[in-house]
C-alpha cells in the first residue's frame, strides 16, 4: 500500500485502517471505564463504601498514566502495527485474568493491570494517522479517531450496568474483553506501518523538546483545556438533577447528546484545520471559544433558566472537547516520526494529570459558591491557555 500524496485521493484501505483505530480506542475505552460504571453494583450487592468504589473506578487511570509515554516510546521504537497487535493481546489476556479475582486488592491490581495494557492504542494510533494521512485530511482523521472516546463511554454506560446486574462484576469486565478481542483482529489485517526512514536515522534525530518550547506549549494548553471539559461533564448531571431539579433520565439524556455532540465537534474541528492547513490557529479560537462558553453557561445557570442553561450546557461541552483532536495533531507532526509516540505519550498524560485534579477542585468550589460559580472559574483556564498557544509558523516551521 502507497502512502498518499496530497493530490491523491485517499485509497479506501486507508479509510479501513482508521475504522479499525477507532474500534480499538473505544475498545480499550470501555475496558478503562468499566469500573466506573460498576460502582452501584459494587455498593448494592458487594457492599463496598463509596470511597472504596471510586478509589477501584479510579485504578484504571492510574495504570494509564504510568504506562502512556512507556507505549509511546515503543511505539516509536517498534512501529505502531506491532505495538497496537501486542497491547491488544495483552488487554484480552488482563481483562480475562480480571474476570476471574474478587475482593477490593485483587481488583484494584486488576484493574491498574487493564488500564495500563489498554493504553497501548493512544499514541499507536495518533502516529499511525500522522503517518499515512496527507496534512491537508489529517485534522479530519484525527477527528474521527477522536469520536472513539465518547463512543465507548456510551458503549461502556449501556453495556456495563445491565451486565453486571444479571451476571455479576466478571461478565460487565468481559465486554471490554471481547471487544479487544474483535479489534484486534481488525487490526491483525488492516493495520499497516507506514514507510519511514530506517529505524536509525530516526534513533539519531534530537529531540524536538529541545529544539523549541512549542510542544511543552501545546501540552500546557491542552492540561488547562481539560478542566471546563471534565467540570461539565463530571456534574453536569448534578447540576441539572439538583440545580434545575431535572429527573435523572433527562439530565441523563441531555449528557449523553452532548457526548455524541462532542464526537461530531471534533470531526468538524479537524475538518476545519485541514481547509486552514494549520492545527493551532483554530486551537487558539476554540480556547476563545471556550471561555466565552463557560460564562454563557454560567450566567444561566445564575439566572436560574434551565432550557437556556441545557443550550449552553450542549455548546459549551461541544466547545471544550473540540481541542482535542488539534493538539494531538499538532503534537505528532511537530515531534515527527521519530518522536511523536512518545511526544503523543506525554500529551496524554498531562491530560489525564490534570482531569484526576478536576474532579476534587471543582467539586470543591461548586460545594463551597455553586455551580454556576464553578463554571465561571473554570473558565480562567481556557483564558490562561489563550496567550500559550504557539503562533501557527512554529507548526509550519517543524512539520513533517
Known amino acids: 500500500m502507497q502512502q ?39 455498593l448494592e450487592r458487594e457492599g463496598m463504601s463509596l470511597a472504596a468504589a471510586g478509589l477501584l473506578a479510579g485504578a484504571p487511570n492510574l495504570g494509564l498514566v504510568l504506562s502512556l509515554v512507556a507505549w509511546g516510546a515503543a511505539t516509536d521504537r517498534f512501529g505502531e502495527r506491532r505495538v497496537i497487535l501486542v497491547g491488544l493481546s495483552l488487554t484480552v489476556a488482563v481483562v480475562a485474568a480480571s474476570t476471574a479475582v474478587h475482593g477490593f486488592a485483587a481488583l484494584g491490581v486488576a484493574f491498574v493491570a487493564s488500564g495500563a495494557v489498554s493504553a497501548c492504542t493512544n499514541s499507536a494510533s495518533g502516529r499511525l494517522i500522522t503517518g499515512w494521512f496527507p496534512p491537508e485530511r489529517r485534522g479530519l482523521a484525527m477527528g474521527i479517531r477522536q469520536t472513539c472516546q465518547p463512543l465507548g463511554m456510551a458503549v461502556a454506560a449501556l453495556g456495563v450496568p445491565p451486565l453486571a446486574e444479571a451476571w455479576g462484576i466478571g461478565p460487565a469486565l468481559a465486554l471490554g474483553g471481547v471487544l479487544s478481542a ?16 530506517a529505524r536509525g536515522a530516526l534513533a539519531a534525530q534530537a529531540s524536538p523538546y529541545r529544539a523549541s518550547s512549542t510542544l511543552v506549549r501545546i501540552h500546557a494548553v491542552s492540561m488547562l483545556l481539560v478542566v471546563p471539559q471534565f467540570a461539565l461533564s463530571t456534574f453536569g448531571l448534578v447540576w441539572f438533577t439538583v440545580g434545575f431539579g431535572w429527573s435523572a433520565l433527562a439530565a441523563g439524556a441531555l449528557v449523553a447528546a ?83 509516540g512518545r511526544a503523543l505519550g506525554i500529551q496524554n498524560t498531562g491530560q489525564f494529570l490534570a482531569a484526576a485534579a478536576v474532579g476534587p477542585v471543582v467539586g470543591a468550589l461548586i460545594g463551597a459558591l455553586g455551580v454556576p460559580a464553578a463554571l465561571a472559574l473554570a473558565a480562567a483556564a481556557p483564558a490562561l491557555a489563550v496567550p500559550l498557544v504557539p503562533k501557527p509558523e512554529a507548526e509550519r516551521s517543524l512539520r513533517e
Open 258 to 340: 452532548s457526548q455524541f455532540a462532542g464526537a461530531a465537534c471534533r470531526i468538524v474541528v479537524g475538518a476545519w484545520s485541514d481547509r486552514a492547513m494549520s492545527r493551532l490557529g483554530p486551537l487558539r479560537l476554540v480556547a476563545i471559544a471556550a471561555i466565552a462558553a463557560m460564562l454563557l453557561a454560567a450566567a444561566f445557570g445564575w439566572a436560574e433558566w434551565s432550557i437556556p442553561a441545557a443550550v449552553a450546557y450542549l455548546l459549551a461541552s461541544c466547545v471544550s472537547v473540540a481541542d482535542n483532536g488539534l493538539a494531538f495533531t499538532a503534537v505528532a507532526e511537530i515531534a515527527g516520526p521519530a518522536w511523536a
Open 182 to 197: 474483535l479489534s484486534l483482529v481488525l487490526c491483525a489485517f488492516a493495520v499497516r506501518d507506514p514507510r519511514r526512514a
Open 4 to 42: 498518499p500524496s496530497a493530490r491523491q485521493p485517499i485509497p479506501v484501505a486507508l479509510w479501513c485502517m482508521l475504522g479499525a483505530m477507532v474500534v480499538a480506542q473505544a475498545a480499550t475505552t470501555v475496558v478503562a471505564a468499566a469500573p466506573a460504571f460498576l460502582i452501584p453494583h459494587m
